[in-house]
């Protein structure tokens, strides 16, 4: 196993950080946000429609000057003046237009840079009590508004991104198997996702499985790397600090699957300067993937197609650990 994927800070967590009981952290400028972005040692940035892209030769100047690719656009879909009742999937035909616009927008503005894809995560769709939406009505409108979306332009993938939780309930947009349906409904070649691994651990998933399913049906464009306790809760903490075993089978399933995209990063720095935060979270990956490289990728695969041998491949996969007293001997 070698490495292979690039990685990329998301901005946005570079500004200011609010819970519903407090702000982590202070609102930056465009400028302070890519400074430190480029000490987080990464080779791109994911930059949010409409916010960032309110003067783009200052994009283009700040993207030079730190060395930084945009390999992402990602297009806000959660603004609460517009989509109060739901966006991709509102009755409201004005506001599912609106949706449209920010979307085909967003994807111009990624053809311009260079960027070959938008994301979004449909938050504003989802609902908290039985009878508050017509679900036929919002599953038929949400794929009709991808749809529509994706036939702007083929030259830039519009990938979602799904979520269980927050703000809502219920987000209909909730686990990878809804990821899929909405995907093989649009039928468009240049819909994928965007797989954000705390989101799948608060989905009760093993997010090793929700990538290959992905990328089976050539669907796992983009990943969002963080980590999450899984009870539900989107909570953007470092890759592997909660679930460690599980990271290290993601990160074997993308060698095994032949991910070669980006790993961008979506971490919550309440308690961390965000730049720290980046690095670390960037430097936990490596780490495990030098683990895995010294281990020998082809020993642990052979071991996971043998049945009945989980005890032996925990064994293997403990052996560069501090042996017990006396094993090394």
Not at 209 to 223: D, P, S, V
Not at 285 to 304: A, F, H, P, V, Y
Request: net charge negative; aromatic share 10%.
């Amino acid at each position: 196993m070698k490495m292979k994927w690039k990685f990329c800070a998301n901005a946005a967590f570079f500004g200011p950080i609010r819970s519903r009981f407090a702000q982590y952290q202070p609102k930056r400028t465009l400028a302070e946000k890519f400074a430190l972005v480029a000490k987080a040692g990464v080779e791109g940035i994911e930059l949010k429609y409409p916010f960032d892209f309110q003067d783009t030769a200052l994009v283009k100047q700040l993207l030079q000057e730190h060395g930084l690719s945009l390999p992402v656009v990602n297009v806000d879909t959660k603004d609460i003046d517009h989509f109060r009742f739901g966006a991709l999937s509102a009755q409201s035909a004005q506001a599912r237009k609106h949706a449209v616009k920010l979307l085909t927008e967003g994807m111009d503005i990624a053809a311009e840079f260079g960027a070959e894809m938008i994301s979004t995560c449909p938050l504003a769709d989802g609902y908290d009590y039985p009878f508050q939406i017509d679900y036929s009505a919002a599953w038929e409108h949400f794929i009709d508004t991808v749809r529509t979306a994706a036939s702007h332009r083929t030259d830039v993938k519009l990938l979602l991104e799904y979520q269980p939780h927050d703000p809502h309930a219920k987000i209909m947009l909730n686990n990878v198997g809804k990821a899929l349906h909405v995907c093989a409904e649009t039928d468009a070649p240049n819909v994928g996702v965007n797989l954000d691994i705390g989101h799948s651990f608060a989905a009760g998933e093993a997010p090793a499985e929700a990538a290959a399913l992905l990328a089976a049906k050539g669907l796992l464009c983009y990943i969002h790397t963080n980590d999450n306790t899984g009870e539900g809760g989107d909570w953007d903490m470092l890759s592997g600090s909660v679930h460690f075993w599980h990271w290290l089978e993601l990160l074997h399933t993308l060698d095994r699957v032949g991910y070669t995209g980006w790993l961008g990063g979506d971490i919550m720095a309440k308690q961390m300067s965000p730049d720290g935060a980046f690095r670390t979270n960037f430097l936990l990956i490596r780490r495990m993937i030098n683990m895995l490289e010294q281990l020998g990728s082809d020993k642990l695969t052979e071991l996971i197609e043998t049945d009945g041998s989980t005890a032996e491949t925990y064994d293997f996969l403990s052996s560069l650990l501090a042996p017990e007293p006396g094993e090394s001997e």
